[in-house]
């Protein structure tokens, strides 16, 4: 069982930076790929960004592509999700979440991911 728990959201104006956590509880992180998905009011969940195990590869929604950055600290059990030029489409609220039933692929499926974290609320005004 992998508990994960997020932080870092917030209120920022349009242009705006946020960085995003994500601390597992696992001792065993390393072999886990993470995603981080968001849902805005009304939508469905969609795919954000996910990065390999090992941190190795990374990839991202064409919608945050170039001006999101997904990271990982394997010693302290943490992904991360710098956020840059936010729009207020990326209001959301994002959740990351860990996988490690596909070693050869990085999944951009929510159904691949067995663990959520309960959320942190993203709001950018214009």
């Known amino acids: 069982q992998v508990e994960l728990v997020e932080s870092g959201g917030g209120l920022v104006q349009a242009g705006g930076s946020l960085r995003l956590s994500c601390a597992a509880s696992?001792?065993?992180?390393?072999?886990?790929?993470m995603g981080w998905f968001r849902q805005a009011p009304g939508k469905e969940r969609e795919f954000a960004s996910a990065?390999?195990?090992?941190?190795?590869?990374?990839d991202y929604a064409d919608s945050v592509k170039g001006r999101f950055t997904i990271s990982r600290d394997n010693a302290k059990n943490t992904v991360y999700l710098q956020m840059d030029s936010l729009k207020p489409e990326d209001t959301a609220v994002y959740y990351c979440?860990?996988?490690?039933?596909?070693?050869?692929?990085?999944?951009?499926?929510?159904?691949?991911?067995?663990?959520w974290g309960q959320g942190t609320q993203v709001t950018v005004s214009s």
């Open positions: 979440a860990a996988t490690a039933r596909f070693p050869l692929i990085i999944p951009t499926m929510s159904t691949a991911y067995d663990y």
């Open positions: 696992t001792r065993i992180f390393s072999i886990y790929d």
């Open positions: 990065i390999s195990a090992r941190g190795g590869a990374t």
